[in-house]
């Protein structure tokens, strides 16, 4: 078979699942699979598609998922997706390789700050929406006035809202049924030459290279030779198929179809997420694929043994394949020897990673404090883009530093206004506006540095809001601020991983908590310690953690105090000495304090 025809192409649905975290994606995939028959009863169970340990133990997707399902002459291709504001990157390349979007939402929770972001973004890809009020089954659940939200955030009508529960498969068929009715089928042309997105890929050590791909024109046959258009890279088409969920050999991948190619190549760096699949010496145009992302928050890794650098390497090297907002280099800190500095897209991702990385190669990892990307405009005129307080220069040879700000976006319910306006304030933030979405729930917009949310602001909203609101963010510009460097010396020597950039206002309170925190996790010596924090030379707070004390006299019976007095003036000695001499290992639980400070 050469070509589509139309009628079968006319036959596909490709769509996507948003929502925001918890508000029942996975569940709601799981009826879909049930419903189609695509998965067994008996292999059936909860968040089939969240593949990885970590998706299933946190409850949350963190990779996107594609699935193909046969339903009443129609083939439906499903991509999972991820909720969390970290994630938004993969919801964006799942958007790309479809036509339409349901669009979830809890009605015990109502909208959230990650749906308005979610549908923003399938807004701009131009897709068909189906919304959909989800979780109806509770006993808490508020449908008409979710549907409400609905209506009044993004201009649906009250009769395109469908009800549903994923749990007990309530309204699901009408989902379904809904989909082939509304969303349109792909529009490629399939006697064109081939060209076809990479929206994911995995890594299979026996096969290689295996890219995800949506067909957007012509077809690709098992054996056929391809080429990679950015990175000029041929291979052979091994194997093509489907994800049913899991892989599905076929003979061919159509136009307009979403499914798998093993390339066997064995450099990950040869398929990257966004290029266009062609045949190999025939010219056509790329695909428009993804904006580049990039990252927000940078921390270095290291393994706790050099001997661990390859693996960590490789490792890394291996996550990028399937995770394209990871950029990393090499770095080398003498404290901590070899490693990469990192970027990430938020905690959630760096938390992630470093799971990942710990889990998966079973590597031991210390991480620096996470920090963000200071642009500093030299005397000289020209610019110098920096990740760590090492790379800040010294104050005498530039003329300002300029940080990321960030739009926050703060769904939360009226009564605890007050508590998060005192937490931006708290964080140099600049209130902008609030709407009332309904009578109790508000959207407040506000402006603050990124450098002020990301270590535990997602954390401290949740308190304030015993754990009602919610938060999406996006990078807005580059501001100047006033800025300095404060470091930590322990023992009267520099510790260049502890080191921060920090608001010159806030130096002196941060130096403080931080000393406090520092005292009571660097385990104590047989001499005295002093934990400082400085600014240039200038010391602005310093906590000491005293010696061991081991008991000399215990070996005495009796006689003359002055024996007693004689050996304790002994031990002292030995301490003066020991303290000139000595040196003072800091344990990981000292880095990651500065994480949860």
Known sequence: MGYLELNVQDKIRNFCIIAHIDHGKSTLADRFLELTGTVEKRQMKEQLLDTMDLERERGITIKLQPVRMEWQGYILNLIDTPGHVDFTYEVSRSLAACEGAILVVDSTQGIEAQTLANVHLAQQHNLKIIPVVNKIDLPNSDREKTADEMIKAFGFNRDEILFASGKTGEGVEKILETVVQKIPPPNGSSVEPLRALIFDSTYDQHRGVVVFVRVVDGF???????????????????????????????????????????????????????????????????????????????????????????????????????????????????????????????????????????????????????????????????????????????PSRFDSIEEPWVMVEILVPQKYIGGIMELVTSRRGLYKNMDYLSNDRVLIKAELPLANIIIDFYDKIKSISSGYASLNYELIDFLAADLVKLDILVAGEKVDALSMIVAREAAEKEGRALAEKLKSLIPRQQFEIAVQAAIGGKIIARETIPAMRKDVTKGLYGGDVTRKMKLLERQKKGKKRLKRIGSVDIPQEAFLAILKK
């Open 220 to 394: 690709i046959s098992k054996g056929g030779k391809i080429e990679m258009l950015r990175t000029k890279t041929a291979a052979e088409a091994l194997e093509v198929g489907f994800f049913k969920p899991k892989f599905f050999p076929a003979k061919d991948l159509q136009t307009g179809e979403v499914g798998y190619i093993v390339t066997g190549l064995r450099d990950v760096r040869k398929a990257r997420v966004g290029d266009t699949v062609i045949l190999s010496r025939i010219a056509v145009e790329p695909l428009p694929g993804y904006k580049q992302i990039k990252p927000m928050v940078y921390a270095s890794i290291f393994p706790t043994s050099g001997d661990d650098y390859p693996i960590l390497r490789d490792a890394i090297e291996k996550l990028k394949l399937n995770d394209a907002a990871l950029e990393f280099e090499p770095e080398n800190i003498p404290a901590l020897g070899f490693g990469f500095r990192t970027g990430f897209l938020g905690l959630l991702h760096m938390d992630i990673v470093q799971e990942r990385l710990s889990r998966e190669y079973g590597l031991n990892l210390v991480l620096t404090a996470p920090s963000v990307e200071y642009r500093v405009k030299m005397k000289d005129g020209k610019v110098s883009i920096i990740h760590t307080p090492a790379e800040l220069p010294d």
